[in-house]
């Protein structure tokens, strides 16, 4: 029996999916995501006005100038307002994208918003990606469900906050809320 019992492969790699740093395959274009491509499905993940953000683990280094989020079955109805921010782990805003109005988002798309300026990450660690999407009819997202954090220190993978939000990301993620519905996030 060894220290990790029965398993006899490297850790590393086989937690791998989980963060995609250290990509050996050169053509791949440099990208953070919060869940690996497999065992994803449509999940309803917004309500209007409200801001949904999900925990996305960032290295040291990393640059990040846009946030991508996609669509599932749903295409976003009537749109007024929608946008992505980047936080801190600590809640503070860090990055916005312009505000897309009246932006058709069509189903089964991703779409990709430039953040207002470059952030360079200067510590590894968690950090939200959040999305907030005013529409007579919200887009599903493609995502997972989560558990509950139960344990001390544990964050939310997906959280909500704010309300009757329109065209400006809140300065902080105040008074979140967990929220089983995980979004898929790629910060590139």
Do not use: C
């Not at 491509?37 to 409200?50: E, F, I, K, P, Y």
């Not at 069509?106 to 470059?118: E, I, M, Q």
């Amino acid at each position: 029996m060894t220290l990790l019992g029965t398993f006899k492969g490297n850790p590393r790699n086989d937690l791998g999916w989980l963060n995609s740093a250290g990509r050996p395959d050169p053509d791949v274009v440099f990208h953070r995501a919060n869940l690996p491509r497999v065992g994803l499905d449509d999940v309803a993940a917004l309500t209007s006005g409200v801001m949904t953000s999900a925990a996305l683990y960032l290295q040291d280094g990393d640059t990040i100038s846009a946030l991508t989020f996609i669509s599932a079955g749903t295409a976003a109805g009537s749109p007024t307002n929608y946008w992505f921010a980047l936080y801190s782990g600590a809640g503070a805003l860090l990055a916005q994208s312009a505000d897309q109005t009246s932006a058709a988002w069509a189903a089964d798309t991703a779409k990709t918003l430039a953040l207002s300026a470059p952030v360079k990450i200067s510590k590894s660690g968690l950090y939200y990606a959040a999305i907030a999407v005013a529409a007579t009819t919200v887009p599903t997202l493609v995502g997972t469900t989560g558990a509950k954090p139960h344990l001390t220190g544990e964050s939310n993978l997906s959280q909500t906050s704010g309300s009757a939000l329109t065209a400006t990301a809140p300065a902080t993620i105040a008074t979140p809320a967990y929220k089983r519905q995980v979004p898929l996030v790629i910060a590139t």
